[in-house]
């Protein structure tokens, strides 16, 4: 099967693989300084880039898919090889710069594949010959199981940022809770580039958080923190819980403490496994009520 195999960064990137790394680490500016991890961070060398798009050239459904390497990833792509290299570049290696410099010091302990199918019926279809499954989102998801991130690219390209984040939350945060896990992944499935750095915008969750505010029919941030990932992912909340934990990452990004947060929790989770109490340090409020009430009125003059 001949399939077009593209570098994206080019020789001298694909040689000087574990250096870059490095330097993308160095680069990093946490508001706290991270604690160093006991997990060594695994390097990934061309030989292993090599040996890993080989082996996925042998299941790949046509000689349509175009391959291009973007470490930590593989992305895997049926549109236009054009189009595929540049999702690799202007979304793939412009989201993993960025989020690794406000977040993440270690990078996936895997290579992990980014299958961008053009098309629902690709979707659908290649899902099912690929993985055994029907996907449960039209939009696409990341599967710790079959180690990819898997999209339908024609809903757009916010739902591939948003799941990009969570390999490295597992990798940097594994105790993570669902509610941060997507609250913060949700964060960028809408965003842009303000000074150099990611940052998420208001998006279509808006007007459906604005109306269970205004009908109150929305959780206290206590239970929000305390959902398992059973409740937070019920299907009968309707994204109520997905809106309202973007919506506060969002809040403390506008304020400048999201970082603060995510170094703070991340660190002292097994104290705090919930997050609630680094939350309530971190927005300095001692009536997390009253807290709740502000950021419900601030939340209701936002825009998309």
């Known amino acids: ?52 798009v080989q082996a996925l050239q042998k299941k790949l459904p046509s000689k349509d898919f175009t391959v291009v390497i973007a470490p930590p990833f593989v992305v895997v792509g049926d549109e236009p090889a054009e189009m595929v290299r540049e999702r690799a570049e202007n979304t793939v290696q412009w989201a993993v710069k960025r989020l690794k410099k406000l977040y993440f010091q270690k990078d996936p302990q895997q290579i992990l594949d980014i299958w961008l199918f053009k098309d629902k019926q690709s979707y659908e279809a290649n899902c099912k010959r690929l993985f055994g499954k029907t996907p449960d989102t039209p939009f696409g998801y990341y599967s710790h199981e079959d180690k990819a991130l898997v999209m339908n690219i024609a809903t757009g390209g916010g739902t591939l940022v948003h799941e990009i984040v969570h390999p490295f939350v597992a990798a940097n945060f594994p105790k993570c809770p669902a509610w941060f896990n997507e609250g913060l992944g949700s964060l960028y499935e809408q965003s842009g580039e303000v000074e150099g750095e990611i940052h998420g915008y208001t998006n279509w969750r808006l007007p459906r958080l604005q109306e269970a505010i205004r009908t109150k029919n929305l959780a206290s941030f206590k239970k929000l923190c305390s959902t398992t990932e059973t409740e937070f992912y019920d299907k009968d909340d309707r994204g109520t819980n997905y809106s309202q934990a973007r919506y506060l990452c969002y809040y403390l990004q506008q304020q400048g403490l999201l970082q603060k947060f995510y170094r703070s929790f991340s660190e002292k989770q097994e104290a705090d496994p ?13 009536d997390m009520g009253e807290f709740q009430t502000e950021w419900e009125d601030y939340v209701l003059k936002l825009r998309r």
């Open 1 to 52: 099967m001949r399939v077009r195999y593209v570098v994206r960064l080019g020789l001298r990137l694909f040689l000087l693989l574990g250096m870059i790394h490095g330097r993308a680490n160095l680069r990093a500016e946490p508001v706290e300084k991270a604690k160093p991890s006991s997990t060594p961070t695994r390097q990934f060398t061309a030989a292993d880039y090599t040996a890993h």
């Open 274 to 286: 919930t997050g609630y109490a680094t939350l309530t340090k971190i927005v300095g409020s001692k």
